[in-house]
């Protein structure tokens, strides 16, 4: 059973950034596709970006596109969300998600919320001034 565990929120102004991590143990595979989710206070769940098992594929929603980075190192079994450019709306309390099913594996596109059968605690983002 894999277990993923999110770092690296908190507060910052408008137009600064942050850079979340999630830490990936307990798994079989060297490799896992990882996605990353948000939800804002009573708002669903949405998709942010996702990244490929062996990165050959990156994805981002439309909202983070240009301001957000995904990105993996093997060596430290985690993955990275470079967040620049913060804006208010970026608020949420952010996941980190895997699953085993295709849709779940960043081959084409985020998947949707039900396609993750594995998630982290999630981390607070307050973008503000």
């Known amino acids: 059973q894999v277990q993923l565990v999110e770092s690296g929120g908190g507060s910052a102004q408008p137009g600064g950034r942050l850079r979340l991590s999630c830490a990936v143990s307990?798994?079989?595979?060297?490799?896992?596709?990882i996605t990353w989710f948000r939800q804002a206070p009573g708002r669903e769940r949405e998709g942010v970006s996702c990244?490929?098992?062996?990165?050959?594929?990156?994805h981002y929603s439309d909202s983070v596109k240009g301001r957000f980075t995904i990105s993996r190192d093997n060596a430290k079994s985690t993955v990275y969300l470079q967040m620049n450019s913060l804006k208010p709306e970026d608020t949420a309390v952010y996941y980190c998600?895997?699953?085993?099913?295709?849709?779940?594996?960043?081959?084409?596109?985020?998947?949707?919320?039900?396609?993750?059968?594995?998630w982290g605690q999630g981390t607070q983002v307050t973008v503000s001034s």
């Open positions: 998600a895997t699953g085993d099913v295709f849709e779940a594996w960043c081959y084409s596109g985020i998947g949707g919320v039900t396609a993750y059968t594995s």
């Open positions: 307990g798994s079989t595979s060297d490799y896992y596709a």
């Open positions: 990244i490929s098992s062996s990165d050959a594929t990156i």
